[in-house]
């Protein structure tokens, strides 16, 4: 029996994984690319390693849901270059909540970190600019 539960757990595990990637290349992999010749969104990866910086699991999904439903530029942390290149996004409200979580449990999940530790456990880098300094934010 504990053998069936962990298999179906695996399996729920996979096609949760399955479906965030599936909501991710419907709706925002067009914007969020970044391979081609016009970058119409900052690259996911950027994003996800700045938000893995200074949030945790729960606390990424938490974030990261809300703003696909509810973006703005008071609540996000890109540098004001990036608005200033690509504004802010616009609201994926077509989206579920649910939806929402499971796209950005599988962010969380699928883009590693870099190794960029200028936003580590909520702390800044101290320097000029920096968006949780107070900067460019």
């Known amino acids: ?12 595990s996979f096609l949760r994984a399955n479906e965030g990637e599936n909501i991710y290349n419907a709706n925002c992999l067009v914007c969020h690319n970044s391979s081609g010749d016009e ?9 996800v390693n700045k938000l893995k910086m200074i ?5 990424f999904v938490v974030f990261v849901s809300d703003y696909i439903q509810n973006p703005s530029k008071a609540k996000g942390y890109c540098k004001t270059k990036a608005y ?3 504004g802010v996004m616009p609201s994926m409200s ?3 909540n649910r939806e929402s979580e499971v ?3 599988w962010l969380y999940s699928t883009y590693k970190s870099t190794g960029d530790t200028r936003y580590k456990n909520g702390k800044n880098c101290g320097k000029k600019g920096c968006c ?3 900067g460019n934010r």
């Open 132 to 134: 949780q300094n107070g």
């Open 103 to 105: 796209v950005a449990s």
């Open 84 to 86: 200033k290149t690509f």
């Open 1 to 12: 029996m504990k053998k069936i539960i962990i298999i179906f757990m695996l399996i729920l």
């Open 39 to 47: 970058m119409k969104a900052p690259p996911m990866q950027k994003i």
């Open 55 to 59: 949030k945790n699991h729960d606390d």
């Open 94 to 96: 077509h989206l579920t």
